[in-house]
């Protein structure tokens, strides 16, 4: 795993970052309400790093991950990515900019043109953006290929002929296809067997150390995100709870929601297990209509008259925290 | 780049050992749909039918006996080694005016579905992508459209600019394509929200690189099941029109403006040849027409296993 090293420059950097969903009602589509998918989320990640981002469903995660690439339009805030602002570039400039971040998504069934062989997924990026020369492009999604594990012959296949690992293979090869410097990873082994899932988890690593290449790892669960991140960041209805060094997070974690997430995760070995647990109640709140004060109250074991009514900023120099029950 | 430390690992070497005896392996999207429509029986039957209703309509003056506007001099004589199908009331060849009445009824098929299938692809791939106003904006039209009394449009139309076979192709495509733009943007509507359309969004493609090369090929499969429908139903509209006197205007013939002949009732009790004949070609016509839209949608689609 890439060394952290907050001396350099951030690759990119997202202050104060907004995506709201308008609600729309009745017969002329009156704007109701917002659904705050994210509110207010700033973080930065370093070239060469990988940044673990979790939460439960619909927290917002994968919502940062597709606003960061411009999938969504994010509401308000800015995306610097090599300190250009990603938010408000034309679109032009967006297209040429787009080369420099991909993604590769959950579901590698429906991630995959099903009318298309997979030498045509990989050549057709390689072509638009003229990355090599045209006589070049066969030799090149050769090697793409072999470089995600995947036997130079199928390339005249067709994505439903392949299995779930492969296809992710075949996702991961098309993202790397522009040779970006970014890559966000939507929670990319979640919908893989566990065998298949440490496969994958590994080359990412691999194709990490030999491409340079930076990672935005999104998951539900902490499981992969430890194994992979050097840095995680938990989130919790819109917004980043805590954020640290994967060792710090996972051995001494500041948020009672992180407590929680970690203790979800069942140990394989009982004589290990914790005697106490922290667990949480109850459903996550509507991102329509977030609790005042600290997002997390309504579920929290340890919440108090404070909690209800102010909102915790995320502070502590590099573990980072938003909760008033820490001691920074 | 170093790759050697990358093993393939067994799971895809044994996966693709087992697809390598499959036969299939270097041949194109076109060569894979041939070869699964090849094993649809029924719609090659009715490829071939349709083929060879197709070349006899190209090859008419070659092929009919006689000219179909010629008076012979026998008046609704039964079928005999002269006529085989017959004379109609006003002693023309049936069979020759059966034969070019092919070309009518295949002209006003195609030409109808090709501008209604062209108009409703574009406009549906439209309104199914960019959503919001734009798709409101379509959806509205195609309401409109759809709540026009067809026959009475056609009506009014024919009254004003004459009924030819152009005129007919015309109005029948224009008023037609409001299922396709339907079925279309529904289609749209659902791929664009998968993964493999915002893949090609991160990519950089262009808008119509993605909706023509990526959504298109994806929504082919409804197209073709939809137009092969549209072309029965104009050879059929076209029937009923020319029955009731608004198709295509006699002397041409076309099988609906034969078929009228059976409005008397001795010529349906007593003489069949001057009906039966255009009646079963409309039937088999659009049959088969039927059966290669259920052919290609399987073939189309590389998930089914034939």
Same mark, same amino acid.
């Given at each position: 795993m890439a060394q952290v090293t907050l001396q350099k420059n951030p690759l990119i950097e997202v202050k104060d970052l907004k995506t709201y969903y308008p609600i729309k009602k009745g017969i002329f589509?009156?704007?109701?309400?917002?659904?705050?998918?994210?509110?207010?989320?700033?973080?930065?990640?370093?070239?060469?790093e990988t940044l673990g981002l979790v939460g439960e469903s619909g927290c917002?995660?994968?919502?940062?991950?597709?606003? /960061?690439?411009? /999938?969504?339009?994010?509401?308000?805030g800015q995306i610097l990515f090599d300190g250009q602002d990603l938010t408000s570039t034309t679109n032009k400039n967006l297209v040429s900019m787009r080369k420099n971040f991909q993604i590769i998504f959950q579901d590698p069934y429906s991630s995959l043109n099903p009318r298309k062989r997979v030498k045509d997924i990989l050549a057709e990026p390689l072509l638009v953006h003229h990355i090599v020369d045209p006589a070049q492009v066969n030799k090149r999604v050769?090697?793409?290929?072999?470089?995600?594990?995947? @036997?130079?012959q199928s390339k005249n296949r067709y994505a439903h002929e392949f299995s779930g690992g492969q296809r992710q293979r075949i996702g991961i090869a098309r993202a790397l296809s522009l040779n970006p410097k970014l890559i966000i990873c939507d929670e990319p082994v979640s919908a893989l067997?566990?065998?298949?899932?440490?496969?994958? +988890?590994? /080359? +990412?690593?691999?194709?990490?150390?030999? +491409?340079?290449?930076?990672? /935005?790892?999104?998951?539900?669960?902490?499981?992969?995100?430890?194994?992979?991140?050097?840095?995680?960041?938990?989130? &919790?209805?819109?917004?980043?709870?805590?954020?640290?060094?994967?060792?710090?997070?996972?051995?001494? @974690?500041?948020? @009672? &929601?992180?407590?929680?997430l970690l203790n979800a995760y069942p140990i394989p070995n009982p004589h290990l297990r914790a005697k106490e647990r922290v667990f949480i109640q109850g459903d996550v709140p509507s991102p329509a209509n977030p609790p005042q004060g600290c997002r997390f109250h309504t579920r929290c074991p340890?919440?108090?008259?404070?909690?209800?009514?102010?909102k915790p900023k995320l502070e502590g120099g590099v573990h980072k925290a938003a909760c008033f029950a820490v001691e920074l | 780049m170093n790759v050697s430390n990358l093993q393939p690992n067994s799971e895809i070497n044994a996966k693709i050992l087992i697809s390598e005896a499959n036969e299939h392996k270097d041949e194109s999207y076109v060569k894979m749909v041939l070869r699964r429509f090849l094993k649809h029986r029924l719609a090659v039957v009715s490829a071939v039918g349709l083929v060879l209703i197709s070349l006899v309509a190209l090859f008419a003056p070659f092929l009919a006996?006689?000219?179909?506007?010629?008076?012979?001099? %026998?008046?609704?004589?039964?079928?005999? %080694?002269?006529?085989?199908?017959?004379?109609?009331?006003?002693?023309?060849?049936? =069979?020759?005016? *059966?034969?070019?009445?092919?070309?009518?009824?295949?002209?006003?098929?195609? #030409?109808?579905?090709?501008?209604?299938?062209?108009?409703?692809?574009? *406009?549906?791939?439209?309104?199914?992508?960019?959503?919001?106003?734009?798709d409101t904006v379509i959806m509205r039209i195609v309401d409109v459209f759809m709540s026009f009394p067809h026959l009475m449009l056609i009506l009014v139309v024919v009254s004003i600019v004459g009924?030819?076979?152009?005129?007919?192709?015309?109005?029948?495509?224009?008023?037609?394509?409001? #299922?396709?733009?339907?079925?279309?943007?529904?289609?749209?509507?659902?791929?664009?929200? =998968?993964?493999?359309?915002? !893949?090609?969004?991160?990519?950089?493609?262009?808008?119509?690189?993605?909706?023509?090369?990526?959504?298109?090929?994806?929504?082919?499969?409804?197209?073709?099941?939809? !137009?092969?429908?549209?072309?029965?139903?104009?050879?059929?509209?076209? !029937? %009923? =029109?020319?029955? *009731?006197? *608004?198709?295509?205007?006699?002397p041409t013939a076309s099988w609906g403006n034969m078929l009228t002949e059976a409005q008397s009732m001795t010529v349906l009790t007593s003489q069949p040849w001057l009906w039966v004949p255009a009646g079963v070609m409309i039937v088999l016509t659009v049959l088969a027409v039927n059966f290669i839209g259920d052919g290609l949608r399987d073939a189309l689609d590389p998930k089914s296993i034939k």
């Open positions: 589509s009156k704007t109701v309400g917002h659904v705050k998918a994210v509110d207010g989320v700033s973080f930065s990640i370093y070239p060469g917002g995660k994968s919502t940062i991950g597709r606003t /960061l690439i411009r /999938l969504e339009q994010a509401t308000e050769d090697e793409l290929m072999v470089m995600v594990g995947l @036997p130079r067997d566990v065998s298949i899932q440490a496969q994958i +988890l590994n /080359l +990412l690593n691999d194709l990490q150390k030999q +491409l340079d290449l930076t990672y /935005l790892f999104i998951a539900h669960g902490l499981g992969a995100v430890k194994y992979i991140s050097d840095r995680i960041a938990v989130m &919790y209805l819109g917004e980043i709870v805590e954020i640290g060094e994967t060792r710090d997070v996972i051995k001494n @974690p500041k948020h @009672p &929601y992180t407590k929680a340890i919440a108090t008259q404070t909690c209800r009514e102010g | 006996p006689y000219d179909p506007y010629a008076v012979t001099g %026998a008046f609704g004589a039964g079928p005999s %080694a002269q006529h085989f199908l017959g004379t109609d009331l006003v002693s023309r060849d049936a =069979l020759s005016r *059966l034969i070019y009445a092919a070309r009518v009824s295949l002209q006003v098929g195609v #030409g109808a579905v090709a501008i209604s299938s062209v108009i409703g692809t574009i *406009l549906g791939l439209i309104s199914g992508y960019a959503g919001g106003k734009v009924s030819s076979l152009t005129n007919l192709i015309l109005i029948l495509g224009l008023l037609n394509w409001t #299922g396709m733009a339907r079925i279309v943007r529904g289609s749209v509507l659902s791929i664009k929200q =998968l993964d493999y359309v915002k !893949a090609s969004i991160a990519l950089g493609f262009s808008t119509p690189r993605i909706l023509f090369k990526h959504i298109l090929p994806n929504v082919l499969a409804p197209i073709l099941v939809h !137009a092969t429908f549209g072309i029965a139903n104009a050879i059929m509209v076209e !029937a %009923a =029109l020319s029955f *009731l006197g *608004l198709g295509v205007q006699p």
